[in-house]
């Protein structure tokens, strides 16, 4: 059976959609189409395009909260095979502006919380390379 529709792009709902759209580009690649400052699309390399649509009054998910204002969903990011690896893309993304959510028993999980700018929670997930 044919799928009923195909694909097409995330969009993320933010204060500053051409900031958010920076900040992914410098996570994992391309560059951001910032003609329209309320709607940002950035194309990833390889990957999924991603939106930014300015919403005025945004608030930002609540972070573990599942009663209300959940996160709704997340961005995993394969941050490499090694602790090493993520720990250098851990310095990256804090420098870029992102938070820790959290990073504890991260050993045991395979992945780290973060937020990024406008408060969406991403993880830089430890991924074993086939």
Known sequence: MAPAARFHSVVLDCPDP?????FYA????GTPDDTDVDWVV???P???RLAFQRVDGYTPPE???ADRNAQQFHIDLDAGSTWE????AEKRVLGL???VLDAEDYESKDFRVYADPAGHPFCLCRVEQA
């Open 63 to 65: 972070w573990p909260r």
């Open 18 to 22: 051409r900031a958010l759209a920076r």
């Open 46 to 48: 390889g990957g999924p």
């Open 85 to 88: 690896r993520v720990d250098m």
């Open 97 to 99: 502006g992102a938070r």
């Open 26 to 29: 410098e996570i994992v690649g």
């Open 42 to 44: 950035l194309q990833v």
